[in-house]
């Protein structure tokens, strides 16, 4: 696996001699992608990575979500954009076998794509096909980005929630429930914005 980058020095990153345009968030999904378990579905989780000198330095990586083809990761990237510089980045989507390291097995590996940050900040959404190693396509898989560019407002709202009478989705135990919370962007499209923890067997 590539070497963890400290996400506190960017300035690592080949970008010393410029000036920082803005901070981006990227928020990523996938959809169709290869089933790599016998029993469930693959447990897919993402990796960010920037290139510094030639070589991929891994930035963060997302939570993994359990037995889904078609992933929305809550994890929101962020990284500074620099306008006069061209910012590759790598997305590699990986299975995840309990706590096995990411890349430890071939067919851990669900597919790759590459950017750049420009890229994502001009189309605001990328969408592109997964490939694995060789240049092999990835079958249908794909993957898309979203950018979105950070103002200076630092307001913020803080919420509280409560759920009663839940129905109950399990055979033998009770549910465990979640809350997502989307926002509707200007297209009509939905947007992941928060996913809460799991509270076990409460309804």
Same mark, same amino acid.
């Not at 693959?42 to 359990?66: A, T, Y």
């Not at 465990?176 to 928060?194: A, C, K, T, W």
């Given at each position: 696996?590539?070497?963890? @980058?400290?996400?506190?020095s $960017?300035?690592?990153l080949g970008? *010393?001699?410029?000036?920082c #345009?803005? &901070?981006?968030?990227l928020r990523?999904?996938c959809?169709?992608?290869l089933?790599?378990?016998?029993l ?5 989780c993402v990796? @960010?990575?920037?290139?510094? $000198?030639?070589?991929w330095?891994? *930035?963060?990586?997302?939570? #993994?979500i &359990?037995?889904n083809?078609?992933?929305i990761?809550?994890k929101?990237?962020m990284v500074?954009y620099?306008?006069?510089?061209v910012?590759?980045?790598?997305f590699?989507v990986y299975?995840i076998?309990?706590h096995?390291?990411i890349?430890?097995?071939d067919?851990d ?12 900040v001009?189309?605001?959404r990328v969408?592109k096909p997964?490939?694995?190693?060789y ?5 249908k898989s794909t ?13 913020f ?5 409560r759920a009663k009478k ?9 549910s ?8 509707i962007?200007d297209?009509?499209?939905e ?6 923890e799991?509270?076990?067997n409460?309804?």
């Amino acid at each position: 696996m590539n070497e963890l @980058l400290d996400p506190s020095s $960017q300035a690592n990153l080949g970008v *010393v001699s410029a000036t920082c #345009v803005s &901070k981006v968030e990227l928020r990523v999904s996938c959809k169709h992608l290869l089933d790599r378990d016998t029993l469930n579905k693959s447990d897919p989780c993402v990796v @960010l990575l920037m290139q510094s $000198q030639g070589q991929w330095m891994e *930035v963060e990586r997302s939570e #993994v979500i &359990k037995s889904n083809l078609n992933p929305i990761f809550a994890k929101v990237f962020m990284v500074d954009y620099y306008f006069e510089e061209v910012q590759k980045l790598r997305f590699e989507v990986y299975d995840i076998h309990g706590h096995t390291s990411i890349g430890a097995h071939d067919d851990d590996f669900l597919g790759g794509m590459e950017c750049t940050v420009g890229q994502i900040v001009a189309q605001k959404r990328v969408t592109k096909p997964l490939f694995l190693k060789y240049g092999k396509c990835a079958g249908k898989s794909t993957i898309t980005v979203t950018s979105e560019e950070i103002s200076g407002d630092n307001g913020f709202v803080e919420l509280f929630f409560r759920a009663k009478k839940l129905d109950d989705k399990d055979l033998f135990s009770k549910s465990d429930p979640f809350l997502e919370i989307y926002r509707i962007n200007d297209d009509g499209s939905e947007q992941l914005v928060h996913r809460t923890e799991f509270v076990k067997n409460n309804l």
